[in-house]
């Protein structure tokens, strides 16, 4: 079967619950799920109005789509273990001529934490250092 929807074609995917508790809760068909997290790679596809026309939760769906392992077209997919794929990139900014010391060498705080190696060099802002400590812990 196929609705129009704001004047793109969706298909609904039938036999997607296959048992209804009696306290509400359902159990939905496998193969159904997968479909529709297959409609939701298309591209322009709205997961929130998939999620509608079929009467489930837009979080449930997904969780199926990473469940499924089906990525959208303008994004990569997600990581198996649930790990970000971020990498962490070294960035330099310039550092303002009153941080140097007189000697002309540069001072620099070395932290070595969850295997990856900080340098600051100059002046430490302790609020912005503090957040990059809290990413990296998050990260480990």
Not at 115 to 133: C, E, N, P, S, Y
């Amino acid at each position: 079967m196929v609705d129009t929807m704001s004047e793109k074609s969706v298909e609904t995917v039938a036999g997607l619950i296959t048992k209804q508790g009696v306290n509400g809760r359902r159990t939905y068909s496998v193969a159904a799920k997968r479909a529709l997290a297959e409609i939701c790679s298309g591209q322009g596809v709205s997961v929130a109005a998939i999620a509608l026309q079929h009467g489930v939760n837009a979080n449930l769906l997904r969780r199926w789509i990473t469940q499924y392992s089906v990525a959208k077209p303008s994004g990569a997919r997600a990581a198996p273990s649930g790990k970000s794929a971020a990498t962490l990139l070294p960035v330099t900014t310039p550092m303002p001529s009153a941080a140097r010391t007189s000697s002309g060498s540069e001072s620099y705080i070395e932290i070595t934490f969850a295997a990856t190696t900080i340098r600051v060099r100059g002046a430490v802002d302790a609020r912005v250092l503090g957040v990059v400590l809290d990413c990296l812990a998050q990260r480990a």
